[in-house]
């Protein structure tokens, strides 16, 4: 089965940098786009950013542009998100999410990881 597990998470202060990395297995990840989401305390998950199977062809929310950069590893199976200028408002608990479709409410547990929380705090 699909088994994603994030790592890099930690506390950073204002204007700070995290890289994030989700280890993927069991499924072929050169097969499939993926995605990074996000959920904020007493918040929704919200989507962050998203790149092909190819890795050449990053999408980002609004939010995030300019500040995060996707990429991946398809030798070593593993996705990132790194986080510069990070702001307080990026304080969340981040998911790698299998593919790059957009879920209104929640993604489904069964493609994305346990998380690795987020903190940016002075």
């Known amino acids: 089965q699909v088994q994603l597990v994030e790592s890099g998470g930690g506390l950073v202060q204002p204007g700070g940098s995290l890289r994030l990395s989700c280890a993927a297995s069991?499924?072929?990840?050169?097969?499939?786009?993926m995605t990074w989401v996000r959920q904020a305390p007493g918040k929704g998950l919200e989507w962050v950013s998203s790149?092909?199977?190819?890795?050449?062809?990053?999408l980002y929310a609004d939010v995030v542009k300019g500040r995060f950069t996707i990429s991946r590893d398809n030798a070593k199976n593993t996705l990132y998100l790194q986080m510069n200028s990070l702001k307080p408002e990026d304080t969340a608990l981040y998911y790698c999410?299998?593919?790059?479709?957009?879920?209104?409410?929640?993604?489904?547990?069964?493609?994305r990881g346990q998380g690795t929380q987020v903190t940016v705090s002075s």
């Open positions: 790149i092909n199977s190819g890795g050449d062809r990053p």
């Open positions: 069991g499924f072929s990840f050169v097969s499939y786009g």
């Open positions: 999410v299998q593919g790059t479709r957009r879920y209104t409410g929640n993604y489904p547990e069964s493609i």
